[in-house]
């Protein structure tokens, strides 16, 4: 999606971690938390979460973080959390045997996390 009025390309640096086994709907909780925050606060935050897919988002942001430095040449410090989202990955079928030579489905849910970090332009975090 491309605007019109936009002059200068913002340079964005992404990680995904795809077919992570944690339902959506519970990684999302975790995402929402460090969405448009600065990377680094957004690991410190993560570190005290307790939650399962804090550690999974915490990773991938790192990842992105790695992706940002090494292949963009963007400073890590002025890094923050443009987009983070958590969409539906393949379920997995399973059958639990039930009474009477039945079986019952059981779904376990995948999920795919995405994270875009982008530099903020202007003052530093600290001076806001």
Known sequence: ?????????EK???AIARHVRIAPRKLRLVADLVR??????ALAILRFT???GAKIVEKTIRSAM???????EMDV??????????????RLKRWRAR???????????TSHLTVVLAE????PWGKR
């Open 120 to 123: 903020r332009e202007g003052k």
């Open 77 to 90: 410090e002025k890094l923050y959390v443009k987009e983070i989202y958590v969409d539906e990955g393949p």
């Open 50 to 52: 307790p939650k399962r």
């Open 1 to 9: 999606m491309k605007s019109e009025t936009k002059t200068k390309e």
């Open 12 to 14: 964005v640096a992404r």
């Open 36 to 41: 448009g925050k600065q990377a680094l606060h």
């Open 99 to 109: 009474a009477m030579g039945r079986a019952a489905r059981i779904i376990k849910r």
């Open 66 to 72: 790695a992706n940002a430095e090494n292949n963009h």
